[in-house]
């Protein structure tokens, strides 16, 4: 059915909203079939909860529903990503408002006869502060001073039904600037919004549409950037995965407002399950004559094919993106000029992120001043972070701009995992920073971290504690930028590979004082000489923890050791005098190099140790093994 | 994975997809991926027969190829076991993992078991950080995998039963 016009798409939403009545209504667990709702059970398909069995579940419920006859009454949905996913799978009950942790298929049983058929809730899948023992079917702490704009509809409605979009203003915006603003207004309205790329670099969304706008040509593109390297982020997978649809209808905006035809999604081929729901959306939204000639009855036609990637990361840089989309290898090009001039082809392009585009049909609908009101002076609106590493609640967060790390990592995060100390958190990837605890308070934004070494990136966010060595971690970005460097420009290529073997040096208890200097310059000669944003950052993983964790390099070069016991070259394992002489662990020793008899203390022959901890492994009494 | 498929049997199923195009040189990328979805991995012969097809020449076709991890020009056995090394799974682990499974499958990272049954390889994130450190068994996640003797219980399902 192609939709005609705006009143065509306002009565399809209005037929549509009884979708989404259940999960809008609110009502008690103990009554059945309240205001004549059918009750609908959400179980996540976000990646964490995929992977931990929530398709199973989902079938399950619909079996047993099914075996009681249940089915008429209660529905399942396997939406997006809840968000937490530490304790997943998840799932959600409307309109009972209630949430389960931790589900198994085991679960399925009870959840059926005690939550919809004795209408009491199952308390043990609740979930429990772990300080306070508190157990919450709703408002979970988790999601206090969270503000979902761009994953306003992941996993709140069925990605695969585009009617469900619909009744949640889905494509409002799109008709809104198709037969209420002209094409400048739209841009005007973007950039008051003040709405900013949040693929990395934070460019104004608004003004690279405007510059897109500027370049006469016969054709424009749009590409959406989904090509999510940073390990460790997850957001635009969830968008994908979650809401399709709100990213092809940015995308259809962009194309009005820019005066282009057609778009590309550039997608990594490791996302099947999202290149899977794009596919269904974008067949969707030809169905309904939301892509192609003459969109909603107006003179505007739009068109949107996927590209895949092929693994690798840099890639995400735009025009590199745009090599890798024409056939060929992704290397980048020298800017300028700047694919808004000269982009794909040759022709004006504007390339967006996933995030970004998610941002935009809200914007659109409430208004510039609504989005400009959240954030910082210079940061508006929102944004995702995968919040990852030695915390307790990992999963995606969607907060205000300006919120301090240590609202993100101690109050949803709910702290450090066993109870540790906190170390570091690192933003940005490969291309970010560590944070020491000093700025926990300070409020991010992108200004904010790029001051303190670090920046926003496309939003990874990971913890980091006391066991964690700041040099091993630098070595591990390390390492994976120079895997990723496309070895275009020297500077890269060769620069990353010294820095590597620099501190893999240092990590064996190798490096000297000498090494720190070396590095440091060799840093800020890879940043004003690399040719993209690759290169350009890829030392700052290095002179952030250079900068606020020298002491654990001077700990390696001077000391010869590691102060959170990582370094395997730098290890030192010890008996004390708590040994009882037990001689497990002589026996386990593969180079036989413990001596001692029966009830006495033994010795390591620290020459030829091999660090391999079998050792501390076997034995059972506490403290008589350490290792420093 | 059809690893041991000569490169002519699927050479007209590839032609078709070829000619379905309306570009084609543009595709290449779409076209490898095709490729090495019906032949497992990217042999010589394939690359040299896709830059006839395409008219372009097989430096390009190569160039491409060797660019880009996705491709491999080197089958790979029965079962692909991935270890997630994303920064979420390295810092709960993954280089231990990543230890342990050369252990038990006798490989080092990049290579095949010599009975062809498993490749172990590495990949950055596939975004299911709550369960680091994970492994991929033929696309299917393992999470948690921090106890070896829960390796080896996954490895086992994927063992012929002997």
Known sequence: MKLKNTDALNALQAQSLKLLESR???????????????????????????????????????????????????????????????KGPMIEIFPDNVTYCEVSAEDVTTIVEEHFIHGKQV???????????????????????QLRIALRNVGYIAPENILEYIAADGY???????????????????????????????????????????NQADQRYIICNADEGDPGAFMDRSVLEGDPHSVLEAMLIAGAAIGASEGFIYVRAEYPAAIHRLKVAIAQAHEYGLLGKRILGSDFSFDIELKYGAGAFVCGEETALIHSIEGARGEPSVKPPFPAEKGLWGKPTCVNNVETLA???????????????????????????????????????????GTTLRQIIFDIGG????????????????????????????????????????????????????????????????????????????????????LYEILTKITEGKGTLEDLDKMEKLCRIIKDTALCGLG???????????????????????????PAGVCKSLLKYEITDKCVGCTLCVKKCPMHCITGTSKKRHIIDQERCLKCGACMEQCRVVGAIICH | ???????????????DYIDSLTHKKENLIGVLHYAQEIYGYLPDNVQWHIAQKLDIPSATVYGVVSFYSFFTMIPRGEHVV?????????????????????????????????????????????????????????????????????????????????
């Open chain 1, 536 to 562: 350009q950052s890829a030392p700052n993983p290095i002179l952030s923890t250079l900068k606020y964790f020298r002491e654990e390099y001077i700990a390696h070069v001077v000391d010869k050791t590691c």
């Open chain 2, 82 to 162: 991935n270890v997630c090394t994303g920064t979420a799974c390295f810092v709960r682990g993954a280089e231990k993992l990543k230890e342990e499974l050369e252990n038990q499958l006798k490989i080092k990272a990049g290579e095949t078991s010599p009975d062809n049954l498993f490749t172990l390889e590495t990949l950055r994130c596939v975004g299911a950080c709550g369960l680091a450190p994970v492994m991929i068994v033929d696309g299917k996640v393992h999470g948690r995998m921090h106890k070896p003797q829960d390796i080896n219980e996954v490895l086992a399902k994927y063992r012929p039963e002997s």
């Open chain 1, 172 to 214: 409002q915006a799109l008709a809104k600037v198709l037969f209420q603003m002209t094409p400048m207004e739209v841009i005007d309205v973007l950039k008051v919004s003040g709405l900013r790329g949040r693929g990395g670099a934070g460019f104004p969304t608004g003004s690279k549409w405007e510059f897109t706008r500027k």
């Open chain 2, 1 to 15: 994975m059809c690893d041991t498929a000569s490169p002519n049997q699927f050479v007209q199923k590839l032609d």
């Open chain 1, 24 to 86: 809008r209504a609110i009502d008690s667990v103990g009554t059945k079939h309240a205001q004549g709702l059918v009750r609908h059970v959400m179980v996540c398909g976000g990646p964490g909860c995929h992977s931990s069995g929530s398709p199973r579940i989902a079938e399950c419920l619909e079996e047993e529903l099914n075996r009681l006859g249940l089915s008429d009454q209660i529905k399942v949905f396997q939406p997006g990503c809840f968000g937490f996913c530490e």
């Open chain 1, 359 to 401: 941002n935009i049909p809200p914007i659109i609908l409430k208004g510039a001043a609504w989005f400009a009101a959240i954030g910082t002076e210079k940061s508006k609106g929102t944004k995702v972070f995968a919040l990852a590493g030695k915390v307790n609640n990992v999963g995606l967060v969607e907060v205000p701009m």
């Open chain 1, 123 to 145: 308390e043990h899948l609740l979930f429990m502060d772990p300080n306070t023992k508190e157990r919450f079917a709703t408002k979970l702490p988790f999601y206090d001073g």
């Open chain 1, 415 to 498: 702290g450090i995992k066993q109870r540790k100390t906190f170390k570091a958190a690192q933003t940005g990837g490969p291309s970010g920073g560590c944070i020491p605890t000093k700025y926990l308070d300070s409020p991010i934004d992108y200004e904010s971290l790029a001051s303190i070494g670090s920046m926003m990136g496309s939003g990874g966010l990971i913890v980091l504690d006391e066991d964690d060595c700041m040099v091993n971690i630098a070595r591990f970005f390390q390492e994976f930028t120079m895997d990723e460097s496309c070895g275009r420009c020297t500077a890269c290529r060769v620069g990353t590979k010294r």
